[in-house]
């Protein structure tokens, strides 16, 4: 994410699961975001670095340390977030 300005940063870890860990190749990220940064603007982030991802968008549920939340819950610095698309299994 580029910058400009004077921005407080908080830093997050994302827990990928499912198409995100396959195609980020990791399970986790640690990620830095200006402070009034969305749950949602983290997904627009991946998907910007990872176009493969665009599919995923509108079917994706957000968690924060463990609760689940709206795409337009800001994040706080230490956050656990997770992104969680639709995954098949039996």
Known sequence: MELT??????????????AYQ???GKSELTLSFPEATTVGDVLNYLIQER?????WREVTRF???L???SAETV????DEIVLI??????
Do not use: H, T, Y
């Not at 300005?5 to 499912?18: R, Y």
């Not at 176009?51 to 599919?55: H, I, M, Q, T």
């Not at 994040?75 to 230490?78: L, N, T, V």
């Open 67 to 69: 609760q689940f939340v």
């Open 51 to 55: 176009p493969e991802l665009e599919k």
């Open 22 to 24: 396959e195609v980020c």
């Open 75 to 78: 994040i706080r610095d230490g």
């Open 5 to 18: 300005g004077n921005w407080s940063m908080v830093n997050v870890k994302v827990k990928l699961f499912a």
């Open 63 to 65: 968690g924060i340390n």
């Open 85 to 90: 698309p639709p995954v098949s299994g039996g």
